[in-house]
């Protein structure tokens, strides 16, 4: 196996409740994959099974070779996956510019004045806002925060979960545009994404799930073509 | 019925306990202590566990019980019957006073302002001359019933198990009613609760009074098992003491109340009868190893041992099936209400130097779909808490139906008609999807406290889940009715706000971003819903989102905001090519963006 992220047949349960019957899917490295379906299809569970946050019933996950299941999320992280969890998760008493430091927490190397300028660049508003208390800024502000933080974090792979939650349409367009360059800078990326248009159209490879199970994969080509997908995500 | 058996069967084994041959007459006073303690744990399970309103006082609730049975018995000749009604009285008087200044503090003063009320009754009981100072009273006659004295552990213990397991009913049956899904709302903050006409610092009060009159029912049994009263037993240590039992056994649980005073009694008990044996000495080693003991035992069952261990029992709750038929009471829509469903003028917002919302106007007629629209941060959100009362206005009128609102508690919005959705979740995540949407029923049931604990509110209540129920359907999670709310997807649980919204019977609906987290097919049905809510119920609805489809697909008139101000304003056609808000907000033309 050569895939930086393997998962094999994981099955997690919330209580009595199954909410992944198995799931398989792989990562290689340098790719973007996107996890698209149905809301309470699993997404959001796997990207936390991945990450640590749940523990499997059954199955395994691998990360560049090593067995990743059942460890603690903090190590997880410290190996080289980061996690943005849909919805706010920012630190709302510190600083704008406090939770952006704080993504680069784990980084060995220096911040590039460039980073920040790309996040500028990307959401003028965070810079008005640099000195503002996290907490105080609107809702869509925090996701725009949340997900710049996550980019000064430079993992090997980001695990993104639904980036394009509660923003205008005028951002949704770059970030998507950020997320293609940050990975042809090396990162490799898993997406969930409700915007199943925006994300196939992002990624190299895509696996829609359903109840629980991946039921199609495919590149993100064939399945923008394909009628199924059309008509179940697409509204076409 | 499901629920009942447990019950039946533990009430059975507690009174045959005293009758089992060879049972030494220590393990019945045991249990007396354990019953005891378990009185107030079941007041902390509400205040603390389920209503999040922290209390190291407890203790000196038990001594208002216990002192004024003390007195009326000994220095006036009361019977200990006749005392019992005025025990829970003068604890629930001592609630109320302690109450009103208590529950208003928040953070870390709740706690602190009840360890200090703790420490001062405790040296008011031991400085009052009629309460015997620190010797207390003593000579307290025994419970009787005709000739029958209750002199022995024995026979007492079936009054105190008896009240233990009346009020466990009670507080059971109040949890599971309207009042009690306003209290456990309370945990989550005030915010969702009030928006849905739930009076918290009512709510708060409420459970405070109840949790002192369980503690003062159990201080009115103490007096009358030890047949003496004296400040040790009420002081801030004792009040510590109950509120670990709560947390030991499981603060959210009625049940945890009792099995964490059976822990913690008989590790005490065994811990001072043994450690001497084995150390030898009088140290206070039992202490240490006590503390030992409960950190660790915390460390295994962090929320405590009684959900630790109903996760390992196969048990499973049954689902309660809902009778969707019942008819709800709906709201009386008047024939000739006025067509001005919602009138702004010159609304304003002022945060310190910033100002959110900058002198906006508009209306929302009747039967209407309005959208919000406007880049991130441009005031949206802050317009809709000024309209539901969550904030009040710096400057401007609101008005609903020809109603001021523009400082109106939320309370008074939502009675007015004026439901709304929530941009960040506020669900209770550990209540079922039912019982959340449920919440949004509260003004439509009129049962109170007293009568959902006697189970009088059921007609009541079966009209509030029905209706909460269809409405369930209604926005197509009928599968997940049961489900807790924090199992659910982000984008089910918005959903879920909007059946909540649906429960109020609303002439205006505010939804914020309904359809953020949601899939073009899922967006395509939420449309619908929309659609149909309008049509069939009269509806006007006004809502934020950043989805154009269903911006444009659905809503009759757009308002553009941008830095607080209104930038634009239209129908679909004219906002969509205006060339400011492509500026400010929609980077593109909306065809090339859906591409």
Same mark, same amino acid.
């Given at each position: 196996?050569?895939?930086?992220?393997?998962?094999?047949?994981?099955?997690?349960?919330?209580?009595?409740?199954? +909410?992944?019957?198995?799931?398989?899917?792989?990562?290689?490295?340098?790719?973007?994959?996107?996890? $698209?379906?149905?809301?309470?299809?699993?997404?959001?569970?796997?990207?936390?099974?991945?990450?640590?946050?749940?523990?499997?019933?059954?199955?395994?996950?691998?990360?560049?070779?090593?067995?990743?299941?059942?460890?603690?999320?903090?190590? $997880?992280?410290?190996?080289? $996956?980061?996690?943005?969890?849909?919805?706010?998760?920012?630190?709302?008493?510190?600083?704008?510019?406090?939770?952006?430091?704080?993504?680069?927490?784990?980084?060995?190397?220096?911040?590039?004045?460039?980073?920040?300028?790309?996040?500028?660049?990307?959401?003028?508003?965070? %810079?008005?806002?640099?000195?503002?208390?996290?907490?105080?800024?609107?809702?869509?502000?925090?996701?725009?925060?949340?997900?710049?933080?996550?980019?000064?974090?430079?993992?090997?792979?980001?695990?993104?979960?639904?980036?394009?939650?509660?923003?205008?349409?005028?951002?949704?367009?770059?970030?998507?545009?950020?997320?293609?360059? $940050?990975?042809?800078?090396?990162?490799?990326?898993?997406?969930?994404?409700?915007?199943?248009?925006? +994300?196939?159209?992002?990624?190299?490879?895509?696996?829609?799930?359903?109840?629980?199970?991946?039921?199609?994969?495919? %590149?993100?080509?064939?399945?923008?073509?394909?009628?199924?997908?059309? %008509?179940?995500?697409?509204?076409? | 019925?499901?629920?009942?058996?447990?019950?039946?069967?533990?009430?059975?084994?507690?009174?045959?306990?005293?009758?089992?041959?060879?049972? @030494?007459?220590?393990?019945?006073?045991?249990?007396?202590?354990?019953?005891?303690?378990?009185?107030?744990? =079941?007041?902390?399970?509400?205040?603390?566990?389920?209503?999040?309103?922290?209390?190291? /006082?407890?203790?000196?609730?038990?001594?208002?019980?216990?002192?004024?049975?003390?007195?009326?018995?000994?220095?006036?000749?009361?019977?200990?019957?006749?005392?019992?009604?005025?025990?829970?009285?003068?604890?629930?008087?001592?609630?109320?006073?302690?109450?009103?200044?208590?529950?208003?503090?928040?953070?870390?003063?709740?706690?602190?302002?009840?360890?200090?009320?703790?420490?001062?009754?405790?040296?008011?009981?031991?400085?009052?001359?009629?309460?015997?100072?620190?010797?207390?009273?003593?000579?307290?006659?025994?419970?009787?019933?005709?000739?029958?004295?209750?002199?022995?552990?024995?026979?007492?213990?079936?009054?105190?198990?008896?009240?233990? #397991?009346?009020?466990?009913?009670?507080?059971?049956?109040?949890?599971?009613?309207?009042?009690?899904?306003?209290?456990?709302?309370?945990?989550?903050?005030?915010?969702?609760?009030?928006?849905?006409?739930?009076?918290?610092?009512?709510?708060?009060?409420?459970?405070?009074?109840?949790?002192?009159?369980?503690?003062?029912?159990?201080?009115?049994?103490?007096?009358?098992?030890?047949?003496?009263?004296?400040?040790?037993?009420?002081?801030?240590?004792?009040?510590?003491?109950?509120?670990?039992?709560?947390?030991?056994?499981?603060?959210?649980?009625?049940?945890?109340?009792?099995?964490?005073?059976?822990?913690?009694?008989?590790?005490?008990?065994?811990?001072?009868?043994?450690?001497?044996?084995?150390?030898?000495?009088?140290?206070?080693?039992?202490?240490?190893?006590? *503390?030992?003991?409960?950190?660790?035992?915390?460390?295994?069952?962090?929320?405590?041992?009684?959900?630790?261990?109903?996760?390992?029992?196969?048990?499973?709750?049954?689902?309660?099936?809902?009778?969707?038929?019942?008819?709800?009471?709906?709201?009386?829509?008047?024939?000739?209400?006025?067509?001005? #469903?919602?009138?702004?003028?010159?609304?304003?917002?002022?945060?310190? *130097?910033?100002?959110?919302?900058?002198?906006?106007?508009?209306?929302?007629?009747?039967?209407?779909?309005?959208?919000?629209? /406007?880049?991130?941060?441009?005031?949206?959100?802050?317009?809709?808490?000024?309209?539901?009362?969550?904030?009040?206005?710096?400057?401007?009128?609101?008005?609903?139906?020809?109603?001021?609102?523009?400082?109106?508690?939320?309370?008074?919005?939502?009675?007015?008609?004026?439901?709304?959705?929530?941009?960040?979740?506020?669900?209770? @995540?550990? =209540?079922?999807?039912?019982?959340?949407?449920?919440?949004?029923?509260?003004?439509?049931?009129?049962? /109170?406290?007293?009568?959902?604990?006697?189970?009088?509110?059921?007609?009541?209540?079966?009209?509030?889940?029905?209706?909460?129920?269809?409405?369930?359907?209604?926005?197509?999670? /009928?599968?997940?009715?049961?489900?807790?709310?924090?199992?659910?997807?982000?984008?089910?649980?918005?959903?879920?706000?909007?059946?909540?919204?649906?429960?109020?019977?609303?002439?205006?609906?505010?939804?914020?971003?309904?359809?953020?987290? #949601?899939?073009?097919?899922?967006?395509?049905?939420? =449309?619908?819903?929309?659609?149909?809510?309008?049509?069939?119920?009269?509806?006007?609805?006004? #809502?934020?989102?950043?989805? =154009?489809?269903?911006?444009?697909?659905?809503?009759?008139?757009?308002?553009?905001?941008?830095?607080?101000?209104?930038?634009?304003?239209?129908?679909?056609?004219?906002?969509?090519?205006?060339?400011?808000?492509?500026?400010?907000?929609?980077?593109?033309?909306?065809?090339?963006?859906?591409?």
């Amino acid at each position: 196996m050569t895939a930086m992220l393997a998962v094999n047949g994981i099955e997690v349960c919330y209580g009595a409740i199954t +909410a992944l019957h198995g799931v398989e899917l792989h990562v290689e490295k340098g790719e973007i994959v996107t996890l $698209i379906g149905a809301n309470g299809a699993g997404k959001t569970t796997t990207l936390r099974t991945i990450s640590g946050l749940l523990k499997p019933r059954a199955g395994s996950v691998q990360f560049s070779g090593a067995n990743i299941t059942g460890v603690k999320p903090h190590v $997880i992280t410290a190996r080289g $996956i980061s996690h943005v969890p849909e919805g706010r998760g920012i630190f709302a008493n510190l600083t704008v510019h406090d939770n952006l430091e704080l993504g680069a927490y784990l980084r060995k190397d220096k911040v590039q004045q460039s980073e920040y300028d790309r996040v500028f660049t990307l959401f003028p508003i965070l %810079k008005d806002r640099i000195k503002q208390n996290a907490g105080t800024l609107s809702g869509g502000e925090q996701q725009m925060l949340a997900i710049s933080r996550a980019l000064m974090s430079k993992p090997q792979l980001l695990l993104l979960d639904e980036p394009s939650l509660g923003l205008a349409p005028q951002y949704v367009q770059k970030i998507f545009a950020v997320i293609k360059e $940050i990975n042809a800078e090396g990162t490799t990326i898993l997406l969930v994404e409700q915007n199943a248009h925006m +994300a196939l159209v992002t990624a190299h490879r895509g696996y829609v799930m359903e109840t629980g199970r991946i039921v199609l994969h495919d %590149k993100t080509k064939a399945l923008l073509a394909s009628d199924r997908i059309k %008509k179940a995500y697409l509204g076409g | 019925m499901n629920q009942k058996l447990p019950f039946i069967i533990f009430a059975l084994v507690m009174a045959a306990i005293p009758f089992i041959p060879g049972v @030494p007459p220590f393990w019945i006073v045991l249990l007396n202590n354990i019953g005891l303690a378990a009185l107030v744990a =079941m007041g902390l399970v509400l205040l603390t566990g389920v209503g999040g309103l922290t209390s190291f /006082g407890q203790a000196a609730f038990c001594g208002f019980g216990a002192y004024t049975t003390a007195v009326l018995t000994t220095a006036y000749g009361f019977s200990p019957w006749l005392t019992l009604p005025l025990s829970l009285l003068v604890s629930g008087i001592a609630a109320v006073l302690l109450g009103i200044v208590t529950v208003r503090l928040s953070g870390h003063y709740l706690p602190l302002g009840t360890i200090a009320w703790g420490i001062g009754l405790f040296y008011l009981f031991s400085k009052l001359e009629f309460l015997g100072r620190n010797d207390g009273i003593s000579g307290i006659p025994p419970l009787s019933i005709g000739n029958f004295r209750m002199l022995d552990p024995g026979t007492i213990y079936f009054a105190i198990w008896i009240a233990v #397991l009346t009020s466990a009913l009670l507080t059971m049956n109040l949890l599971d009613s309207r009042t009690g899904r306003a209290i456990r709302a309370l945990r989550r903050g005030h915010i969702a609760g009030e928006a849905f006409g739930v009076q918290t610092p009512r709510a708060k009060l409420l459970v405070f009074i109840y949790a002192a009159v369980l503690a003062g029912l159990s201080g009115w049994l103490y007096a009358h098992f030890q047949r003496a009263a004296n400040p040790t037993p009420f002081g801030a240590q004792a009040g510590i003491e109950y509120l670990f039992i709560a947390v030991v056994g499981g603060a959210g649980y009625v049940w945890g109340a009792v099995l964490g005073a059976g822990i913690v009694v008989i590790l005490k008990e065994i811990l001072q009868s043994y450690l001497p044996y084995i150390f030898g000495g009088q140290s206070q080693l039992e202490t240490i190893v006590f *503390g030992i003991l409960l950190v660790v035992l915390l460390q295994l069952a962090p929320t405590g041992v009684w959900p630790w261990l109903m996760a390992r029992l196969p048990l499973k709750p049954a689902r309660k099936l809902t009778d969707t038929s019942l008819p709800p009471a709906t709201r009386v829509r008047a024939p000739a209400s006025p067509a001005t #469903l919602l009138q702004i003028e010159k609304a304003r917002k002022q945060f310190g *130097g910033v100002i959110a919302v900058n002198d906006v106007s508009f209306d929302v007629q009747a039967r209407e779909i309005v959208a919000l629209i /406007g880049p991130n941060g441009a005031g949206k959100s802050t317009t809709f808490n000024l309209i539901t009362g969550v904030l009040t206005t710096t400057g401007g009128t609101i008005s609903v139906l020809g109603h001021k609102v523009d400082n109106a508690p939320p309370q008074e919005v939502v009675k007015l008609g004026v439901a709304r959705t929530f941009q960040h979740v506020k669900l209770v @995540p550990d =209540m079922t999807v039912l019982e959340n949407v449920a919440i949004g029923a509260h003004l439509r049931g009129s049962s /109170g406290a007293i009568s959902s604990m006697f189970r009088l509110d059921r007609a009541d209540e079966a009209k509030l889940l029905a209706e909460a129920a269809r409405q369930i359907e209604r926005v197509g999670l /009928g599968d997940q009715i049961g489900q807790l709310a924090g199992s659910l997807s982000l984008g089910q649980q918005r959903i879920v706000e909007i059946a909540r919204a649906l429960c109020v019977d609303p002439v205006l609906l505010l939804l914020d971003e309904p359809a953020a987290g #949601l899939n073009d097919r899922e967006t395509h049905d939420l =449309m619908n819903t929309i659609h149909a809510v309008r049509d069939r119920f009269d509806i006007a609805i006004l #809502l934020i989102e950043h989805n =154009m489809e269903l911006v444009m697909g659905i809503c009759e008139r757009i308002l553009v905001l941008n830095f607080g101000k209104t930038i634009a304003q239209g129908t679909p056609e004219q906002v969509r090519s205006d060339p400011v808000v492509i500026e400010a907000y929609l980077g593109e033309p909306v065809e090339e963006a859906e591409l």
